[in-house]
């Protein structure tokens, strides 16, 4: 089984809500990571968990907030975002070893903020 | 230094017809080229990698060419098909990135019937 699932698939909030993306995997991965992805462009890694500590945060704003509660759960809290936050966010998951290993990437949550 | 430029920007093809998507890079600290694809609401698929240590791998119809002394790669598909019309991103990644993958700007495929 290599599928990384997301929910929800679909989520529209105000600029003054609090929501949570959430993303699981049952591979056995240690590494988690958020992307968040704009149309017609590559992903831009925003947080990189490994053995559920944090270990990269992209300069990430701190309204999104990323939790692993455990090393198949990876959440995205949102509080307060901005309209020009609307996008596709992707999860992926990968072994922890090398460079070289590959990411599996979940189908994403399209996120819209009004 | 990061940076991974990818062209074309989108690219039409006939059913049966040779797709080809190239990629530069300027770091050659890189060592570790992987393509993905995209379908419209999926995340990306890892489609075929290749080391600098070879000039060209093949998996199917899916062929990477690489040139090291050019800093380029490229990506061929051979008898193009309609299911392959997807987004193609180029990437990139180096020991120290850890797990950092420097993409491309992708290529919109379309493979007419």
């Known amino acids: 089984d290599t599928e990384v699932t997301q929910t929800p698939k679909h989520l529209v909030m105000g600029m003054t809500n609090k929501k949570s993306l959430k993303c699981e995997q049952h591979?056995?991965?240690?590494?988690m990571y958020w992307y968040k992805q704009k149309a017609k462009k590559p992903p831009e890694l925003m947080f990189v968990?490994?053995?559920?500590?944090?270990?990269i945060n992209e300069s990430v704003p701190s309204r999104f907030s990323p939790e692993c509660p455990n090393s198949s759960l990876l959440n995205l809290h949102l509080h307060a975002l901005q309209p020009e936050d609307s996008a596709l966010y992707l999860c992926?998951?990968?072994?922890?070893?090398?460079?070289?290993?590959?990411?599996?990437f979940g189908p994403g949550t399209r996120l819209t903020v009004l | 230094q990061q940076q991974v430029k990818q062209s074309p920007q989108s690219l039409i093809v006939q059913k049966g017809g040779i797709s080809i998507i190239n990629c530069a890079y300027e770091?050659?600290?890189?060592?570790?080229f992987p393509w993905y694809q995209q379908f419209p609401g999926k995340g990306p698929a890892l489609l075929i990698a290749?080391?600098?240590?070879?000039s060209e791998k093949k998996e199917g119809r899916f062929t990477i060419s690489f040139n090291k002394s050019a800093k380029q790669f490229s990506l061929h598909i051979m008898d193009s098909q309609p299911g392959d019309s997807a987004t193609y991103f180029c990437?990139?990644?180096?020991?120290?990135?850890?797990?950092?993958?420097?993409f491309g700007e992708g290529t919109q495929l379309t493979v007419n019937p």
């Open positions: 591979m056995g991965h240690r590494a």
């Open positions: 968990y490994s053995y559920e500590k944090l270990s």
């Open positions: 290749i080391r600098p240590d070879v």
């Open positions: 770091n050659t600290a890189f060592d570790y």
């Open positions: 990437a990139a990644s180096k020991f120290t990135s850890g797990s950092r993958l420097t």
């Open positions: 992926a998951s990968s072994q922890v070893g090398t460079h070289t290993d590959t990411q599996y």
